[in-house]
């Protein structure tokens, strides 16, 4: 029996990898799709390079590795705070109705 099991799931993993790497972004087919993972991978980019190019200049004008961390921890704690703060008990006393929007 194992080696029955063994062997569907050898066929599955074949039939898988048969189907080539187009069938990975079928996904991004649809028009609307492809429009928001452009943006949001555009949005991301750009996030990333400002952050580094922010803990760059904090570096070069200061030289100093405790105001890059200073800055770093800057960076992130609004979202630290928005997030711990004032989504669990949202989500703790709305329970769903917080979720929806509409």
């Known amino acids: 029996m194992l080696l029955t099991l063994f062997m569907s799931a050898e066929l599955q993993i074949k ?3 048969d189907r080539g790497v187009s069938e990975m972004f079928r996904a991004l087919r649809h ?3 492809l429009l928001f993972w452009s943006g949001a991978f555009l949005s991301n980019t750009g996030t ?3 952050a580094v190019a922010q803990g760059w ?3 070069q ?3 100093s590795p405790f105001w890059l961390g ?3 921890f800057m960076a992130t704690s609004p979202g630290l ?3 711990f703060d004032l ?3 949202g989500f703790d006393f709305g329970g769903r109705r917080v979720c929806r929007s509409g």
């Open 70 to 72: 200073v800055d770093g």
């Open 48 to 50: 990333w390079m400002q």
């Open 61 to 63: 004008l200061s030289n």
């Open 15 to 17: 039939e898988r990898r």
């Open 31 to 33: 028009r609307n799709f």
């Open 57 to 59: 200049l904090v570096l």
């Open 87 to 89: 989504a669990g008990p």
């Open 81 to 83: 705070v928005l997030t």
